[in-house]
């Protein structure tokens, strides 16, 4: 099945639109069987007022973007005080990073980017003077 043509800045390809994970596939089919009235509903959704189909599939989405901004706003505070504490050489590196992000998603997206760097900071293995030797 193509997708269709007529939807404003698609971004997926085809190849992408109908690859199907053959185990995913299953569990989905027998949760649409023991869900038969729901699978009814959207099936006669999609057919008969597709508009209405896109939005009903679009509002957790919704839901799901406005409390990462919700949790990004309660963070950002800490994480452009950290970004500012950092050298040119780390902010640079966030700052490439972000980049790359749609616009839409920056402000989210700049909190975790700034989480993953910070972790990638702390965790990465400090030298040691004399590591390695046994003293005895």
Known sequence: MAPPKDIPGQALSEDRMIRINPEVDARLNAFMAG??????YYTKLVKENPS?????IMLPKMFRYEAEQRMAARMAPQAREWFEQQGPEVRQRIVDRLEKVNPFYRETASVRIIAQEKARLDFKPKEAIGQGISIG
């Open 52 to 56: 209405h189909a896109v939005r009903t």
């Open 35 to 40: 869900n038969s009235k729901a699978t009814e």
